[in-house]
């Protein structure tokens, strides 16, 4: 089993959609969870650090379930500038941070 | 603009050169990290230093050899490369540990031929 494992992809979504993605993590002693998005031939940037309690930023809505070791992103109301690769990453304390293979989107007008 | 530079953006070498990978950051952190990017792979993570000391080695290649000579300068010096190394070279820097935010540079694309 992959440590951090995400939906294949690519998601095609018009503009205006809600698109969940969603990642499971295998190592139950991991303490940090983060959305980094990559646009192409760019580097990773932070999206939004995930909580237990979840957390909402604007459009964009992260929810954390150590129970089932699953996180997600929610993003409402797409924008064709939403298009890009989001990366789910997760951190097991100390500075081993395993990124998980990513998952495109592409918004269409 | 990144708080974190790299040098070379794109390098092509053969696999008998020598070359050498460089990173900045202007961000006070204390760890860096090196990472791989090949295509459709997740990223890698390859090296961490923290403090200027080796504190992750993720049973890389020999080939691969960091080098960490202060706080805010990392290299990534390569010898011997085959073309399955050919990927996009990532380096990162954070505050602390893995549960803060790391940020990357633009990465090196390397093609080794």
């Known amino acids: 089993r992959k440590e951090v494992e995400q939906d294949p992809g690519p998601f095609n979504v018009p503009e205006g959609a809600t698109v969940a993605f969603n990642c499971t993590y295998s190592n139950s002693a991991s303490q940090s969870f983060f959305w980094y998005r990559q646009d192409c031939r760019k580097e990773p940037k932070l999206l939004m650090s995930v909580y237990s309690s979840g957390n909402e930023d604007g459009r964009f809505t992260a929810q954390l379930n150590r129970a089932s070791q699953y996180i997600s992103l929610l993003i409402r109301d797409s924008k064709l500038s939403d298009s890009a690769t989001y990366l789910c990453v997760v951190s097991g304390g100390g500075f081993k941070t395993i990124f998980g293979a990513g998952t495109r989107l592409f918004v269409k007008a | 603009e990144t708080g974190v530079t790299q040098t070379p953006r794109h390098l092509v070498m053969g696999m008998t050169n020598k070359k050498s990978l460089k990173c900045e950051q202007h961000l006070g952190h204390n760890a860096m990290y090196w990472y791989k990017q090949s295509a459709k792979k997740p990223l890698e993570l390859m090296f961490v230093?923290?403090?200027?000391?080796?504190?992750e080695n993720n049973s890389v290649p020999s080939r691969f050899s960091p080098e960490c000579p202060n706080s805010s300068h990392l290299f990534l010096h390569l010898h011997t490369l085959q073309p399955e190394d050919s990927a996009l070279y990532l380096c990162?820097?954070?505050?602390?540990?893995?549960?803060?935010?790391?940020?990357f540079g633009q990465g090196t694309r390397l093609t080794v031929v």
């Open positions: 990162a820097s954070s505050q602390g540990q893995g549960r803060t935010e790391a940020f």
């Open positions: 230093y923290s403090l200027e000391e080796r504190v």
